[in-house]
């Protein structure tokens, strides 16, 4: 395939035709037509000493871990199998900094990514991450939309009644927030690439539905919990009026305590995890 660039272009038109999304990598002047037109176009340092050197290095790290494990059960051989397998870790190392001095050839200024290896390997990471880092906005924009949903609810159902939120309770549950929307986007890829794609945008039928649905559950407990709340709410109240003095109360705090459980289940629920995210 390396010299055969016509081929290329078209196995991306046929894949552009059907509405696929193509990712290409290539590491010569005839791959860069390919690397443009693909979705995802990678350039490969050509560098066949160096990867060469490569390979022989991790064939013999391989055959002395084999070796070590076999003197050790024997209870020999270690020194000489020690001093291979550090020639072979130099090696490795030479190898790595003769590719990071390698110029960046005709393929790199066509292509958005560049693999300082000679392996392939690089397309699939390119993958899980992406996948992963799509995954996460998605999961990010759905945890926004039932967040502010049931925050209007919220406090549309305290303005109706005079009732305010506290300084403090709103200053918790933003510190909560917070950590939670850090912790959610230090999800990291699977090893494995699973052979389902995710949605390809937030306003698809599947995050819709899940939105809406959400938010129905959510406002349905917060109606419910304001309404048995009332009873003990005294109409009199000196801080129930638009510029008084907050007085916590039972509908205030009632419904603080339904918002925080609907943030953490928001959190929960839509923290997608396998078969994207570990």
Do not use: W
Request: aromatic residues 6%; hydrophobic residues 40%; glycine residues 6%.
């Amino acid at each position: 395939a390396r010299h055969a660039p016509r081929q290329k272009e078209a196995i991306i038109a046929a894949f552009n035709a059907g509405g696929h999304n193509t990712l290409m990598c290539g590491d010569g002047t005839n791959d860069v037509g390919a690397l443009r037109r693909a979705h995802v176009g990678i350039s490969l340092i050509s560098a066949p000493h160096v990867e060469a050197k490569q390979r022989a290095a991790s064939a013999t790290m391989s055959r002395e871990k084999s070796e070590r494990k076999k003197a050790k059960k024997e209870g020999k051989g270690k020194a000489k199998s020690s001093s291979a397998f550090e020639e072979s870790l130099r090696q490795l190392r030479e190898a790595q900094e003769e590719l990071d001095s390698v110029e960046l050839g005709d393929a790199s200024i066509a292509s958005p990514f560049t693999s300082r290896t000679v392996s392939i390997k690089c397309c699939k990471d390119v993958l899980q991450q992406g996948r992963c880092t799509l995954v996460t906005m998605l999961q990010i924009y759905k945890i926004l939309g039932v967040n502010c949903l049931v925050n209007a609810t919220v406090l549309s159902k305290l303005f109706l009644h005079g009732v305010k939120n506290g300084d403090r309770q709103l200053t918790i549950l933003g510190i909560g927030v917070a950590a939670l929307f850090f912790f959610v986007t230090r999800g990291k890829p699977l090893r494995t690439l699973s052979v389902t794609r995710p949605p390809a945008s937030v306003l698809c039928t599947q995050a819709l539905l899940s939105i809406a649905l959400q938010f129905l559950v959510h406002m349905g407990a917060i109606l419910l919990s304001a309404q048995a709340a009332l009873v003990f709410v005294d109409p009199y109240d000196p801080s129930m009026i638009p510029d008084g003095p907050f007085n916590p109360n039972t509908l205030n705090s009632c419904t603080f305590l339904i918002s925080a459980i609907a943030t953490v289940n928001t959190f929960a629920i839509n923290y997608r995890g396998e078969p994207f995210m570990e």
